[in-house]
């Protein structure tokens, strides 16, 4: 197969490669649809996510022409090589390791175990090894994201303030939205007249959608939103955490309604609210809860050649009676603890919440009463002695309120950050189209 691709790169780029090389002739190899860059992309591959494409929207683009659909997907196609590309060139890579721990949480995520997971992959008609490919891909495009793009995302405290203190948030609790998006692309540096096209090509979307044309399939066709080929379904939103840009525009529209055309940093946007449902507010019940907090001290001994696990317990016996004696936790914890982070405040831990730590320190938290030292328990760290300082009642819901603004705000502007992006490397590729009937978006 390496060789065949290679075959196919050579005879894009105007070279040849001899049977005598080790590949014969062969009519019926993959016709190549696109040169990008360096790399191809081959027939058999767009065939095959045109499938499962059509597979998973179902009846939403039953009446979208097969050459538009081929087009959606092969844009999709050329923007992954692109970023595989990038991703390959900058030397990331995905272990062994972080690949099963993505699809243990993809098992989980949907309520099942690792053997139903992959059962339920293969009732989809895909391979495990095609599965784990292309989460391998995504992981490293994720990667790759975070190196290129997460740093021009910054949210402010003065950000969240204003998320928070808007009228919108306020009228959106507890509601959910249903959303489908179309979006017509701008690029950074368009002229007027590009800009002024892509005004009048949004207009003109938003008329035939009115006219009762399908709103799913306009954003299959036209739409150069991520999630086009899903006729720009966004799935249910929270409201209290909708889109910067859509936060203002989409509690205003009824079921069914189309908004009208707006300016974002990516170009123009057009919104379709599908349905829109009450929550029973459960979440925002949960971030009211108060939590305890300990404040806590410790001395850690590590493992290593020298100190074997019953050594490091009986040391740690050792510094348990001599505090119990009267000795000074603090001075202890500087001349011998092996935590380098806490050492030097004596240390001191700051406030804890249990959960946050692991199972068996968050045992000693909770049965620990303020004034008392623990006798030694052993962590993954090594033996430790914990001496419980106080303990309170913590009500976190603003802070966690907060937290959540920031979170989904950063996701937002990731998301407005990345269609930048993905434009712009995009408009710097070289890609030849082969593909017959090719009708760009």
Do not use: C
């Amino acid at each position: 197969m390496r060789l065949i691709r290679l075959a196919l790169l050579m005879a894009a780029t105007g070279l040849s490669l001899s049977p005598a090389a080790g590949v014969a002739q062969d009519s019926e190899l993959d016709e190549i649809v696109a040169v990008v860059n360096d790399g191809l992309i081959l027939e058999s591959e767009m065939e095959g996510a045109v499938a499962q494409v059509r597979q998973r929207a179902g009846a939403q683009i039953n009446n979208v022409p097969d050459e538009v659909v081929q087009s959606q997907v092969l844009e999709q196609l050329i923007l992954r090589e692109l970023q595989m590309q990038r991703a390959n060139r900058a030397g990331l890579s995905v272990s062994d390791s972080e690949l099963n721990q993505a699809v243990e949480r993809m098992a989980a995520q949907n309520g099942m175990t690792g053997d139903q997971f992959m059962s339920s992959v293969r009732a989809e008609g895909l391979s495990v090894s095609a599965m784990r490919e292309r989460l391998r891909e995504q992981i490293l495009i994720d990667k790759l994201k975070q190196r290129e793009i997460a740093g021009r995302v910054v949210v402010t405290d003065e950000d969240v303030d204003r998320y928070l203190e808007s009228e919108s948030l306020r009228v959106q609790e507890n509601r959910e939205y249903r959303i489908r998006h179309i979006l017509v692309s701008v690029s950074e540096n368009a002229s007027q007249s590009t800009i002024d096209a892509a005004r009048d090509r949004v207009e003109e979307l938003r008329e035939r959608a009115q006219e009762n044309d399908s709103f799913s399939e306009l954003a299959v066709a036209h739409s150069d939103g991520q999630n086009a080929l899903e006729g720009g379904d966004l799935g249910w939103l929270a409201g209290g955490f909708l889109p910067t840009l859509f936060s203002d525009v989409v509690p205003r529209l009824q079921p069914g309604e189309i908004s009208e055309p707006f300016r974002g940093p990516s170009g123009f946007h057009l919104i379709q609210l599908a349905d829109v449902r009450r929550t029973d507010g459960q979440q925002t019940a949960s971030e009211d809860s108060v939590v305890k907090e300990y404040q806590a001290r410790h001395i850690l001994l590590e493992l290593n050649e020298i100190r074997n696990n019953e050594r490091a317990e009986a040391e740690a016996e050792r510094l348990r009676k001599r505090v119990l004696a009267g000795d000074d936790f603090t001075q202890l914890a500087r001349e011998n603890s092996d935590d380098t982070s806490s050492a030097n405040q004596g240390g001191e831990l700051g406030w804890l919440q249990a959960e946050s730590m692991s199972p068996p320190f968050a045992e000693q938290l909770r049965s620990l009463k303020p004034g008392e030292t623990s006798k030694p328990f052993r962590t993954e760290s090594g033996w430790h002695v914990l001496q419980m300082q106080d303990t309170r009642q913590r009500d976190l819901s603003q802070e966690r309120r907060r937290q959540r603004a920031r979170q989904a705000l950063g996701r937002q502007k990731m998301q407005e950050e990345s269609e930048i992006w993905l434009r712009k490397i995009r408009d710097e590729a070289f890609v030849d189209i082969r593909l017959e009937g090719y009708q760009d978006s």
